[in-house]
């Protein structure tokens, strides 16, 4: 087979601005070890995430130019809102800035004290906008998801036995909502399967509770279910997405994703009591239903980026990308998450650092020795994101201590990657000498977007 390409060509690019090695170290020291801190220019390869980062194709950009700015009833809004109710197959589609506005206005209405909000892996927005109500946010992920090294097909899955099993003893009037992340963001990226994806909604259903879909991978998800579940091997991309949604009772959705747009978002939903709840809440805090706290240029790019990332040429380069980086880090012995996710590679930084504990955030540790290396910027999927604090204030460390390198889409090219990987085998090679780290600032919630942090320095 020969080398899957780029399906694109360039026409715009974007200088990237080097720094040396002495640089970064004071560089990282200022932003007191925190990526989020750090300048953009900064810089050099930039994985911090894949969301809003994507690049447009010149039909989006097509696109912006013929938006129209209407307030009420703007065309653009017909184009989005036909060509997502066309994906999804759902009739109502209500329009947000991004990702968790949606989440914002659908748990503001659904959540509260004494309700669990259930899921394979609740996102940290999800989870915060969860608890943000009052209520719980419960992860139900099947085990195999849980051993970042175990090679398996779909290890996004829920639990069915458990989720059924703690409907039963929670009782399902507590229970609002069961929300399956697609691909599994905070568990690497991984896929849900269609058969897992129909088991969870014929539970939900059985107990009246409604299913909703965390939709901003769902082209990558679908892709996979198309390589890796047997029975549609033969059918398109399009139509696996629409049976997906067709067993969920709504979604919400990151554009900022899947739809290559730099921001917005959306909720799709099938039941219009629980929309006209929406619209309501959306008028106070986004706007209007027809624009959702967005331009119209950004409802066409929306539309535009939908169609394209349902092309199988981009999905197959998409998902092989990523592959293509876990595979050089296996072979240097690397500890990845295994299989290779949609939008990202995991190290698995709890085993590549063994020598710090939990409560020196060895993931925190290695995305302040892969910048300093190299100048590329992960993030954090560990302890420092999901960590709480006991009674007594000791940390309740998380499942996992990951650090995400999240592939911006059409954004950088092999050589880019290759770069990637150089400096991750490089930092491997010295991990040893890597110190841990502990904090000096945190906000109470969502503390990894601000926290501050040092050396530790025994
Ligand atoms: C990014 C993301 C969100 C939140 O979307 P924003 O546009 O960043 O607000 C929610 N869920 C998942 C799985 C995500 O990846």
Request: hydrophobic share 40%; charged share 25%; with cysteine.
């Amino acid at each position: 087979m020969k080398t899957i390409i780029e399906p694109f060509k360039i026409k715009s690019v974007e200088q990237i601005y080097f720094t040396n090695k002495s640089q970064r170290i004071e560089i990282i020291k200022k932003a007191h070890y925190n990526p989020f801190l750090i300048k953009a220019d900064d810089v050099i390869i930039d994985l911090l995430t894949d969301s809003g980062t994507s690049a447009m194709s010149s039909a989006q950009w097509a696109g912006i130019m013929i938006g129209d700015e209407s307030y009420a009833g703007s065309n653009s809004f017909f184009r989005f809102e036909k060509t997502v109710s066309e994906i999804t197959g759902m009739p109502i589609v209500i329009p947000t800035h991004q990702g968790r506005a949606s989440e914002k206005i659908l748990f503001s209405i659904i959540g509260g004290k004494g309700k669990y909000i259930i899921s394979n892996t609740l996102f940290d927005t999800t989870r915060a906008n969860v608890e943000a109500s009052g209520a719980e946010g419960v992860d139900i992920l099947c085990a195999e998801g849980k051993i970042p090294s175990m090679i398996a097909p779909f290890k996004g899955n829920i639990d069915t036995n458990a989720l059924e099993k703690f409907i039963k003893e929670k009782g399902a009037e507590n229970i609002p909502l069961c929300i399956i992340t697609v691909t599994n963001n905070s568990g690497g990226g991984q896929p849900v399967s269609m058969q897992n994806i129909k088991e969870s909604s014929i539970i939900c259903k059985k107990y009246g509770i409604p299913m909703f879909i965390d939709a901003c991978r769902f082209a990558e998800n679908c892709y996979f279910i198309k390589k890796r579940e047997k029975g549609y091997e033969n059918i398109s991309v399009r139509e696996i997405a629409k049976e997906m949604f067709s067993y969920a009772d709504g979604s919400t959705m990151s554009a900022k994703k899947d739809a290559f747009a730099n921001i917005g978002g959306f909720i799709t939903l099938k039941n219009e009591e629980l929309a006209t709840k929406c619209r309501n809440l959306l008028i106070i805090t986004e706007g209007f239903p027809t624009y959702g706290g967005l331009a119209g240029r950004d409802l066409e790019a929306i539309a535009i980026g939908l169609n394209e990332v349902l092309d199988e040429n981009y999905l197959q380069y998409r998902i092989r990308s990523t592959e293509y980086l876990s595979e050089k880090l296996v072979a240097a012995g690397v500890p990845v998450m295994q299989p290779s996710g949609g939008h990202a590679v995991y190290i698995d930084a709890k085993a590549m650092l063994p020598h710090i504990t939990v409560d020196n955030y060895p993931g925190q540790s290695l995305v302040a020795a892969l910048y300093i290396e190299g100048g590329i910027r992960g993030v954090e999927i560990g302890s420092l994101m999901f960590g709480k604090y006991d009674k007594n204030g000791k940390l309740i460390p998380a499942m996992m201590e990951l650090v995400r390198l999240a592939i911006p889409r059409r954004v950088y090219t092999q050589s880019h990657i290759d770069y990637v990987a150089e400096v991750i085998i490089e930092v491997s090679k010295n991990r040893e000498k890597i110190k841990g780290l502990e904090i000096t600032y945190e906000a109470e919630a969502l503390r990894h977007f601000t926290a501050k942090l040092k050396e530790v320095s025994s």
